[in-house]
Structures are given as C-alpha cells and as structure tokens.
C-alpha cells in the first residue's frame, strides 16, 4: 500500500467513488487550493483503496488542532488495514504541522468506524455531543 498526499484535482476525481457523493469540480479545486486542508489516499497496486480528508483549525487560545473531516474505504479493502493506515498518517501529517492533536466525529451505531479509529489509537471523549446546524442547498 502507498499513501500518497494528493495536490491535484484529477487524482480527486480519479478517486471519486471513494467519497460519499461524485466530487464537484468547484469545492474539489477549493479544498486543494488551501494549505490547511489534507487529502490521503491509499493505493493498492496503483488503485485508489482508500482516502481520509483533514482540515487544520485554529483557535486563539488553544492553538492548531486537525479535524478528520472524512475517511472512505472502498468495500474490496475493507479489513485489510488501509482505514487504519490513513487514519495513522493523517495523525503523522498534523504533528508534522505542528498541530496539538487530532479528532473526529462519527455515529456511535458505526462499528467499522469505532474500530478503525481505536485500532488507530483514538480514544472517545466521554460526555461530548455533536450538534448540527444545516442550511438550504
């Protein structure tokens, strides 16, 4: 497996099964064009396996911390490590720039996400709660 850090939007599109929804050209060329936004993805004998997105978020108080936006791992990879991988390497991205930590979001009902990440050495924080707002699209 290679992890490759992607700065073109023809290896986004090229990946595009792997994200929830076909990556719109605008919002891909958008993500791309900011250094604090991160895409991975994990190849398999030159397929793309797996992605995860990160986004760096700054605070005054508390510094800069990363966000793991995404991750996606198309279904022949599953449970061959590739999720792990790319989770451990995203952490590897943000000490490297200088980010105090990372974190993520996602449904407690999600078995193969809880797992990945705690394989990868996240810990759930306790007494959190996700709230949303949602605007017309």
């Avoid at 604090?36 to 760096?56: C, K, S, W």
Wanted: charged share 25%.
């Amino acid at each position: 497996m290679e992890i490759r850090r992607i700065a073109q939007a023809e290896a986004v599109h090229a990946a595009g099964h792997l994200f929830d929804t076909v990556p719109v050209p605008e919002a891909t060329e958008r993500f791309l064009a900011d250094e604090r936004h991160h895409l991975l993805i994990a190849y398999v004998d030159g397929v793309p396996a797996g992605m995860v997105t990160g986004v760096e978020m700054t605070h005054p108080d508390k510094g800069t911390e990363m966000f793991l936006y995404e991750l996606g791992v198309d279904e022949p990879f599953r449970r061959r490590g590739v999720g792990r991988a790319l989770v451990s390497a995203l952490a590897d991205l943000s000490r490297e720039r200088g980010c105090y930590g990372l974190w993520t979001i996602t449904d407690e009902d999600n078995p193969a996400a809880l797992a990945t990440y705690r394989h990868a050495d996240g810990v759930p924080e306790a007494g959190q709660v996700a709230l949303t707002w949602t605007f017309g699209q």
